[in-house]
């Protein structure tokens, strides 16, 4: 299964490498050096299959979080409703149950939504790296590259200290002309757009 998976992606990076720029500035010097850097995290912000996935995901969200707010909404008026009650009375007693029973599912509900939330992103962001990480190995070979890495293209922001630390303990502080991620870029979104359909999202 992972070979013909490969295959594929190997097909299809084939079918998009000639529609992509032959000039590149920024990665001039990568074929001539055998080194080339590449912004991972300026990939994700720009691949359009992985934007219109999360897209996706979000939308989702706002649907369940639609729904959930209206079992929330649900059990308050229930409460409610029990305070016109008599306190030790079997209706008082009765409503009681169904709420703690209504509460508690609620919260496995919310817990299960959650849960499969996070593991639909997880495995869109892992689908997301195996394709860079094809897209750059595929690259590579074709411009007989012998060492790709990674690097931090944007500046730091002064006022975040997370953005200064991880400027601060990059692997890569400087590069001649060997940033390769435009090329990068355009391969996945050019194989983005072979795969899509008119009329279709992209999936």
């Not at 490969?6 to 990568?30: C, H, K």
């Not at 006022?159 to 200064?164: A, G, L, P, V, W």
Request: charged share 25%; hydrophobic share 40%.
């Amino acid at each position: 299964m992972k070979t013909l998976l490969s295959l594929a992606t190997a097909a299809t990076l084939l079918s998009a490498a000639p529609f992509v720029s032959a000039q590149n500035p920024a990665g001039a010097n990568a074929t001539k050096y055998g080194i080339a850097v590449v912004d991972i995290n300026y990939i994700f912000k720009k691949d359009a299959r992985f934007e219109a996935q999360m897209k996706a995901i979000q939308s989702e969200m706002v649907g369940v979080n639609d729904t959930l707010n209206a079992k929330r909404t649900e059990i308050a008026k229930a409460e409610q409703a029990m305070q016109t009650l008599n306190i030790g009375s079997p209706e008082y007693k009765q409503q009681d149950e169904n709420l703690a029973k209504a509460k508690a599912d609620f919260q496995l509900d919310v817990n299960k939504q959650r849960r499969e939330i996070l593991e639909r992103e997880a495995k869109v962001y892992y689908d997301t790296y195996q394709r860079v990480t094809s897209a750059i190995t595929f690259y590579a070979k074709q411009k007989n590259i012998a060492l790709v890495m990674r690097f931090i293209g944007e500046e730091p922001d002064p006022n975040r200290r997370d953005e200064i630390i991880a400027s601060i303990n990059k692997d890569v502080h400087f590069q001649n002309q060997i940033d390769i991620t435009p090329d990068i870029l355009a391969m996945l979104n050019q194989q983005q757009q072979a795969a899509a359909r008119p009329g279709q999202p992209l999936q």
